[in-house]
């Protein structure tokens, strides 16, 4: 999403980020069992990300972090025959995942590693991740600092950590003590972020002589980038632009419809829109799509068919965004009052300094405009993934109301929304996520040779997603009685095996805790707290 504070004061945020910015550092791993030297999950249905149907009851045979085998062990309603069966070692591990589904390691590919202004510190944010199946983040902008980032990642590779694999995307101009203003100073700067260690790098835009500088040299060092086209820069360099000039992933949908306009160069601002006024800025957005090229016009068939051309991928980000189509709803979520932090929901409250907190008198009319902005925007996703153009699954969760975790869980929602099947929806979530960042080889799938990185959940995701959520569904049962089924059962990241509702446990009670120091209570936006 757009933090302008990171566009405007570029420069300094960058330089003091180690100062003033980081939050609390991630403890030491104290959950999860293993690594095993072979652990085996036993009758389980998989849902892999290739676009196959589930199949099941299937054998998953893991040695030492990486899969070995995966067998069709029988058929559904048959009694599988033991011998037929891959045998567990001395010493190796069991789960007995009969009725339960298998599904690669989610990918959030828009995952801030907390903040200092929303308290969300490290442990409260991965295991936030973690609880909801998400083995691999992208940190797009590394707001904690190249270097925190750095050795948060390294920490997970080791497993010192209960952690998501982090992949670094360093806001462009980060640790620079002068603004980039020349294109041999953009080389220079991209080439150190390369040295530093870093895994790509986060445009907010630029000069079009500095970005295609940039881009050119990042890419030639073998680094991805993303992109979020902030409206200062936007009207000269748009999304076909930066993927013409090698931008490897866009991020929300800024910069999409201006590559799409036909009738205009800029954003038909009213004549007294100030940028730094949130309530403004989001106002105006929401109206955006509708000054686009039309669905399936020529000039928009145009744009996306030499995006595809590119193998661009799009990070749609739709859930950071439903707050402006659907206040109440996003504010009144249900797992706002035992996993949001006091200090995150005071960050949400509206405010004219708080990114993204600016509900100073949002109504029908820019909510109305919202939900046709979002048939238009979902209208070129869902046609860009059916022609064969890589959609993936991001968050960008603490601001506006979502929810680390929770809000990747919506996204996926969000994405059937648009149009994709529930297959389609699994595959944004996993392979293409790590085809976007590279790691493919490793993860994403299920497949042998790839690392041991799965969600497992009792129930079946593709019947209805929000089984996926760490509160559950509400499901009737026979006997006419509400109960909650589902949140994921398991995460297993690198063969260790965390249990996915201990650690969200774990976070409702670091709520709790925070809640009960501060003798603090979630309260709605100008609702005055009851006297006893």
Request: with cysteine.
């Amino acid at each position: 999403m757009g933090h302008f504070r990171f566009v405007l004061l570029a420069f300094i945020c960058c330089i003091f980020v180690p100062l003033f910015s980081q939050v609390r550092e991630s403890p030491d791993r104290f959950r999860g069992e293993g690594p095993f030297d072979q652990l085996i999950i036993r009758g389980i249905t998989l849902i892999n990300s290739n676009g196959a149907p589930p199949r099941g009851p299937i054998d998953v045979v893991v040695e030492n972090n990486k899969i070995t085998q995966i067998e069709v062990v029988g058929y559904p309603g048959v009694a599988i025959d033991d011998k037929k069966r891959p045998q567990l070692i001395e010493g190796g591990k069991e789960i007995d995942g009969t009725g339960m589904y298998l599904l690669p390691g989610f990918v959030d590919m828009h995952g801030h590693i907390g903040g200092k202004s929303q308290g969300a510190d490290a442990e409260y944010v991965f295991k936030l991740w973690m609880g909801h199946g998400i083995t691999t983040i992208r940190d797009p902008s590394c707001g904690n600092g190249l270097d925190w980032v750095l050795k948060h990642k390294k920490r997970s590779e080791a497993n010192e950590i209960t952690a998501p694999r982090i992949r670094a995307y360093t806001v462009f101009g980060q640790g620079s003590y002068e603004r980039i203003s020349t294109p041999e100073m953009a080389i220079k700067w991209v080439q150190k972020n390369a040295e530093k260690g870093a895994d790509g790098i986060k445009f907010f835009g630029a000069p079009p002589k500095i970005m295609a500088a940039a881009l050119e040299e990042n890419k030639k060092l073998g680094l991805r980038s993303a992109c979020h086209h902030a409206q200062m820069d936007v009207a000269r360099w748009n999304v076909l632009n930066s993927a013409q000039a090698g931008l490897t992933t866009m991020e929300h949908w800024y910069g999409l419809p201006e590559a799409l306009f036909e009738d205009r160069t800029v954003q038909n601002y009213p004549l007294d829109y100030n940028y730094q006024n949130e309530q403004h800025r989001f106002k105006e957005a929401g109206r955006l799509w509708a000054q686009a090229a039309k669905p399936y016009s020529d000039h928009w068939n145009k744009v996306m068919e030499e995006l595809l051309t590119l193998d661009f991928t799009i990070d749609p980000t739709f859930n950071i965004y439903e707050a402006s189509r659907d206040l109440q709803r996003t504010r009144r979520l249900e797992w706002h009052e035992e996993y949001t932090m006091p200090s995150l929901w005071r960050f949400y409250m509206p405010s004219k300094i708080s990114h993204g907190s600016y509900w100073h008198f949002w109504g029908t009319e820019e909510e109305v405009a919202w939900k046709k902005n979002y048939q238009l925007w979902m209208t070129f996703i869902n046609e860009y993934k059916n022609r064969g153009g890589r959609v993936t699954a991001g968050s960008d969760a603490g601001f506006i109301y979502q929810l680390y975790g929770f809000s990747y869980i919506r996204e996926l929602e969000l994405l059937r929304e648009a149009g994709f099947h529930p297959l389609e929806v699994i595959r944004s979530a996993t392979l293409n996520g790590a085809e976007a960042l590279g790691i493919d080889d490793m993860v994403g799938s299920i497949e042998i040779g790839k690392l041991a990185d799965f969600v497992i959940v009792e129930e079946n995701p593709l019947q209805n997603l929000k089984v996926l959520y760490g509160t559950g569904a509400i499901k009737l049962t026979e006997d006419n009685e509400v109960v909650r089924v589902g949140g994921v059962k398991y995460t297993i990241k690198d063969g260790i095996i965390f249990d996915a509702k201990q650690l969200l446990e774990d976070v409702r009670k670091m709520v709790a805790s925070q809640k009960k120091e501060e003798d603090y209570e979630i309260i709605q936006p100008g609702v005055m707290p009851k006297k006893d």
